[in-house]
C-alpha cells in the first residue's frame, strides 16, 4: 500500500506565500508523474501543476509565474512553492502521484488527504 501526507496548508493573506509538502510512503518500487490538484467549493478538482520522474513541469496558466512544483526523488517528496496568493487559489490542495509498487509494477494513482488552503485579508 502507498501513503500520501501532505502539509504545509494554512491562512494567508493576499500577496502572501506558503509551500506545500507531499510525503510518498509505503511499498514503492518506482515514482512517476507527482502532482498538485485543487478543488474550490462548488468546483470541480483540477490540474495546478504537474512534474515527471526527470523533472519536465506543466502548470495551469493560471499559476504560472507565481506557483513552482519541484520533487526530491530521494524522499519520494514533491513540493509546490506558492507566490503572490490570490483569494481565487482559495481550495483544497491534493497530492497525487503514479506509483509502481513492489507487488505490482504496474503504476496507479494515489491521492493524499487533502490541505486546505485560505487565501483572504
Known amino acids: 500500500q502507498v501513503q500520501l501526507v501532505e502539509s504545509g496548508g494554512g491562512l494567508v493573506q493576499p500577496g502572501g506565500s506558503l509551500r506545500l509538502s507531499c510525503a510518498a510512503s509505503?511499498?514503492?518500487?518506482?515514482?512517476?508523474?507527482m502532482g498538485w490538484y485543487r478543488q474550490a467549493p462548488g468546483k470541480e478538482r483540477e490540474l495546478v501543476a504537474r512534474?515527471?520522474?526527470?523533472?519536465?513541469?506543466d502548470y495551469v496558466d493560471a499559476v504560472k509565474g507565481r506557483f513552482t512544483i519541484s520533487r526530491d526523488n530521494a524522499k519520494n517528496t514533491v513540493y509546490l512553492r506558492m507566490n503572490s496568493l490570490k483569494p481565487e487559489d482559495t481550495a483544497v490542495y491534493y497530492c497525487?502521484?503514479?506509483?509502481?509498487?513492489?507487488?505490482?509494477?504496474?503504476?496507479?494513482?494515489?491521492w493524499g488527504q487533502g490541505t486546505q488552503v485560505t487565501v483572504s485579508s
Open positions: 512534474i515527471s520522474s526527470s523533472h519536465s513541469t
Open positions: 497525487n502521484a503514479r506509483v509502481a509498487t513492489v507487488r505490482s509494477l504496474y503504476f496507479n494513482d494515489y
Open positions: 509505503g511499498s514503492i518500487f518506482s515514482i512517476d508523474t
